[in-house]
C-alpha cells in the first residue's frame, strides 16, 4: 500500500507570498498524482492532475510538479480564498493534508 | 453542468445499516467508475471504494477498513450510485462524498467532480 506524507502540516503565508507545499510517496507513482483544495464545510476541488496539469477553471497561479516520489504544489501569490487545506492523492491514498494559514 | 448529489445520511446505532445514494446528471454516468470518499471531523480524506461501468464489469474494490461490511453499486438506468454501510462502527462517523473518476477506469484515479456530502454519525 503506498503512504502519503505531506509537508508541513500546517503553512503559514502573508497574502501574496509564495506557497511551496510537499508531497511525499513511500513508492513510486509516476506522475499519477492530484492535488486538492478543500475549504470548511465544503467538498473537495480538483487542482491539479497528473502532477502537473491544471484542472479546468484552475488559477494559472497554481502549478505542480514532481514524478516518482517528490511532489510540490506551489501558490506563487496568494490570495485570500486560497487559505485552505490541500491534499495530494494517488491511486487509493490521500496525503493527511497541509493546512495553509494566514500569517 | 455535472452534479453529483448525495442522500441518506443520519444516525444509526452501532452495527446497525445505512444506504447512501448519489444521483448523477450532467454527464455519461453509465460510462463513469464512481467512488466514495469519507472524511471524519476536522480529520483528513479516507477512500471507501469504487465501481467500474457495466463495460468492466462493475468490478469493486474496498478499502481495508470497510471490506466485508460495505457494498456499492449502481443503476445506470436511474443514474444512480449506492453505498451499503451494515455492521457500522463509531470509527465510520463521516461525513460520505461520492465523486467521478476523471479518466478512463483502468487507469489510476484521481476525482475532478464532487458532491457536497451527506453525514453519518454512528452513536449509542
Known amino acids: 500500500e503506498i503512504v502519503m506524507t505531506q509537508s508541513p502540516a500546517t503553512l503559514s503565508v502573508s497574502p501574496g507570498e509564495r506557497a511551496t507545499l510537499s508531497c511525499r510517496a513511500s513508492?513510486?507513482?509516476?506522475?499519477?498524482l492530484a492535488w486538492y483544495q478543500q475549504k470548511p464545510g465544503q467538498a473537495p476541488r480538483l487542482l491539479i492532475y497528473?502532477?502537473?496539469t491544471r484542472a479546468t477553471g484552475i488559477p494559472a497561479r497554481f502549478s505542480g510538479s514532481g514524478s516518482g516520489t517528490e511532489f510540490t504544489l506551489t501558490i506563487s501569490s496568494l490570495q485570500s480564498e486560497d487559505f485552505a487545506v490541500y491534499y495530494c492523492?494517488?491511486?487509493?491514498?490521500f496525503g493527511q493534508g497541509t493546512k495553509v494559514e494566514i500569517k | 453542468e455535472v452534479q453529483l448529489v448525495e442522500s441518506g445520511g443520519g444516525l444509526v446505532q452501532p452495527g446497525g445499516s445505512l444506504k447512501l445514494s448519489c444521483a448523477a446528471s450532467?454527464?455519461?454516468?453509465?460510462?463513469?467508475?464512481m467512488h466514495w470518499v469519507r472524511q471524519a471531523s476536522g480529520k483528513g480524506l479516507e477512500w471507501v471504494g469504487r465501481?467500474?461501468?457495466?463495460?468492466?464489469?462493475?468490478?469493486?474494490a474496498y478499502a481495508a477498513s470497510v471490506k466485508g461490511r460495505f457494498t456499492i453499486s449502481r443503476d445506470d438506468s436511474k443514474n444512480t450510485a449506492y453505498l451499503q454501510m451494515n455492521s457500522l462502527k463509531t470509527e465510520d462517523t463521516a461525513v460520505y462524498y461520492c465523486?467521478?473518476?476523471?479518466?478512463?477506469?483502468?487507469?489510476?484515479?484521481?476525482?475532478?467532480?464532487w458532491g457536497q456530502g451527506t453525514l453519518v454519525t454512528v452513536s449509542s
Open positions: 465523486t467521478r473518476q476523471r479518466r478512463g477506469e483502468l487507469w489510476p484515479p484521481d476525482f475532478d467532480y
Open positions: 492523492q494517488s491511486a487509493w491514498t
Open positions: 513508492q513510486s507513482v509516476s506522475s499519477n
Open positions: 497528473g502532477a502537473s
Open positions: 465501481i467500474r461501468s457495466k463495460a468492466n464489469s462493475y468490478a469493486t
Open positions: 450532467g454527464f455519461t454516468f453509465s460510462g463513469s467508475a
